[in-house]
């Protein structure tokens, strides 16, 4: 025993240091530091591109961001992109729980169609998607041929309205698997005998559904629904793949105009303006699921 | 419920009792799932010449492997393979031992703030990725990091640091004390107990936890086309994305290689589905 604690005790806080040193320091310098950094940064006036200084703008940068119609337009883009695809997923994929959760013989090819979508990476979505939406050669035209709708076939990717729309139609097809994932880990776990008991008072399927899947189901919901709207703040793969923000940046989110602030035009100071515009847009949404996250024991 | 009420919520008496419908509901999960996948698989064996025929043909005409030839030999698209190979497997297994570690210390030692430290990893990952890309960008350009592994092995080990760490942590948690102690007794340092005891019997913690990471770094689309652009660095999902063209889209090759690098995921999870299903709802679940 006296080993035991010589091993144990003395070496308790200096081993948790150790173990949690790597984590730590990858942390800072990937996360934390980039985060100071961006903040500073958006003070300057920082190009990459041959020619220019570092200078001190003071808040320059903000005021252009403010009067920056495209800065609004890419906000905007990703607010109605969140606003329209979180819900469509949490329904579409409720719906496909409900559907794989039923009493199949054999589970793998339900689970494997759920789990596919969610696998694959966005970009290839997205450019699936792009084939199907094809004007003249992909299948959606087609379709829409064979049942009888005359006339020219519609531009999908080519007209700002219908380019928004094949783009959000992608991101929910690509995100509720993983919806649908959650929601049927959690609809296993409502025990049976709440349904039979709901079965002898004579409840039909329409209320257990809202009487006891719903409510039981809502812990799951709510996880699912703080991923996705993070995950829909950043929305980039997409619809950069598809229409590389067109047409006329009809499509183009915030995260793809700090890519090109950042990556294209070199421009350091204003990219990390917008950063910090969007970092203040997810914080809102974060600190709401740490809140639920502190309470879960 | 009587009878009359039941026919007029238009259900049949018990809606998991029919076969029809329980057919039916698969289907439409199935193809909802496997559609895209197929298509492009049907796209892929189609000829150019079939391709562009108007209307479209759904089944293929005359097969043909060409456009896998042209996919490999117009671009480097084994080499995409190889450097997303690399690159997923560099990052899982450094995140796995990173997260091992921490995920010990949160699950094991009598820590004041377990859940503190906990919330911090989970948090710290969860800011958006491209608010990072600039200063990731400019440290990696200082660093003359940009086209290398290392610029993208770095920041994926981190974007998989929260999932890992919590899958570990749960299943360290469910491993009993009195083995470690054990060991210790017989002469084991804690850390060795870590190693020789606690990590084999974790061992689907950590495969589970190792298959989201690698789907995750195989995935990722922004930091690698930020970091990694150059032609021979390229991972799958950017090399594909920029067979593009200006204004085309050489669909044959694109199709194929789409086809090429969807394949190994597809194997991966349909191999270890129970896992994969496990591991996501713990990694969401408890975060």
Known sequence: MAILDRVRDPGERTLAVVLLAPAFALLALIVVYPIGRIIYQSFFDARLSGGHGHRFVGLDNYRIAFHDTEFWTATWHTVAITLITVPAALVVGLGLALLANLPFRRRWPVRLALLLPWAMPLAFAGLIFAWFFHTEYGIVNDVVRRLGAGGEPTMWLLRPGWAFAAVCVTIVWKTSSFMALILLAGLTMIPRSLYEAAEVDGASHFQQFREITLPMLMPSIVVALIFRTITALQTFDIPYTMTRGGPADATETLAMLIHKTTIDYLDVGYGSTLAVAMFVLSLAVTTVYLRRLARTP | ?287
Do not use: H
């Open chain 2, 1 to 287: 419920m009587s009878p009359a009420a039941r026919v007029a919520t238009g259900l049949p008496a018990n809606p998991l009792a029919g076969r029809g419908l329980r057919l039916a509901a698969a289907a439409i999960v199935v193809v909802n799932g496997f559609f895209p996948a197929v298509w492009i698989l049907l796209t892929s064996l189609k000829t150019e010449t079939e391709l562009v025929r108007k209307p479209i043909t759904y089944w293929p005409r005359n097969l043909t492997l060409d456009n896998y030839v042209r996919a490999f030999t117009d671009q480097p698209l084994l080499r995409f393979l190889g450097n997303s190979l690399a690159v997923a497997l560099a990052s899982t297994a450094l995140s796995l031992v990173v997260a091992a570690l921490a995920a010990y210390a949160i699950a094991r030692l009598n820590l004041r703030r377990r859940q503190l430290i906990l919330t911090a990893i989970v948090a710290s990952s969860m800011f958006p990725l491209v608010t990072l890309l600039v200063p990731i960008f400019e440290t990696m350009r200082a660093l003359n990091l940009l086209n290398t592994y290392t610029a993208l092995v770095l920041p994926y080990t981190v974007l998989n640091l929260p999932v890992c760490t919590l899958v570990l942590a749960s299943f360290f948690e469910g491993i009993p004390r009195d083995l470690e102690n054990a060991a210790m007794i017989d002469g084991c340092t804690r850390v060795g107990a870590l190693w020789r005891v606690v990590v084999p019997l974790a061992a689907p913690g950590v495969f589970t936890a190792g298959i989201l990471a690698f789907v995750n770094a195989w995935d990722e689309f922004l930091l690698a086309l930020s970091l990694n652009a150059n032609a021979s660095m390229r991972t799958l999902p950017v090399g594909i994305t920029l067979y593009q063209g200006e204004f085309t889209f050489p669909w044959p090759t694109i199709s194929a290689a789409l086809v090429v690098a969807i394949v190994p995921i597809a194997v991966l999870i349909a191999l270890f589905q129970e896992r994969v299903v496990g591991g996501l709802t713990q990694g969401g679940m408890k975060g």
